[in-house]
T-cell receptor, first 109, second 114 residues
């Protein structure tokens, strides 16, 4: 079966750094996405990795290791508005998005 | 500026009373998706259209139907809503297999079944 695992919930402090991990087992791989979803709203695109390594985009970075079936999303200089769920999703061999259940990130002042 | 529009944003229906949710897009994307998302769960793909080609997920209940009359519009029909169908319904679009091929989501319709 296909499976995406990520922690259910994480807590961090405003101004700090947090790393959200994602491991996956899918039939084929055509890239990994990270989406941000605020409560009651639709997911919004954060990043896409298809090659191994780190992609940096402002305060957010995403890392991929295809051999390990592993990715992380790194958030720096945390702000209160970063409180949201972060969903990891993998595009499989049929170009279907397989979603994780999301990691709820709570930011404390 | 809105790119993927869903109406209504909030829908209340009675148990067993048919309901239709709508989605429109101004992106001219070939692919449109309908997802069901319940609280603290991953979005669950119900259907997707690749142009006019309809793709039904194997575990999507028969109670759910979809129509795509043209590139811009897509509808989700729930023929006899049950209490378990209360959820957020998300419409998304994408370009087919070009570059990043990210999905663009509408704001969602939150369905309540009474």
């Amino acid at each position: 079966g296909q499976n995406i695992d990520q922690p259910t919930e994480m807590t961090a402090t405003e101004g700090a750094i947090v790393q959200i991990n994602c491991t996956y087992q899918t039939s084929g791989f055509n890239g990994l996405f990270w989406y941000q979803q605020h409560a009651g709203e639709a997911p919004t695109f954060l990043s896409y990795n298809v090659l191994d390594g780190l992609e940096e985009k402002g305060r957010f970075s995403s890392f991929l290791s295809r051999s390990k079936g592993y990715s992380y999303l790194l958030l720096k200089e945390l702000q209160m508005k970063d409180s949201a769920s972060y969903l990891c999703a993998v595009l499989d061999s049929n170009y279907q998005l397989i979603w994780g259940a999301g990691t709820k990130l709570i930011i404390k002042p | 500026d809105a790119m993927v529009i869903q109406n209504p944003r909030y829908q209340v229906t009675q148990f067993g009373k048919p309901v239709t949710l709508s989605c429109s897009q101004t992106l001219n994307h070939n692919v449109m998706y309908w997802y069901q998302q319940k609280s603290s769960q991953a979005p669950k793909l119900l259907f997707h259209y690749y142009d006019k080609d309809f793709n039904n997920e194997a575990d999507t209940p028969d109670n759910f139907q979809s129509r795509r009359p043209n590139t811009s519009f897509c509808f989700l029909d729930i023929r006899s809503p049950g209490l378990g169908d209360a959820a957020m319904y998300l419409c998304a679009t994408s370009r087919p297999r070009t570059g990043v091929d990210e999905q663009y989501f509408g704001p969602g319709t939150r369905l309540t079944v009474t």
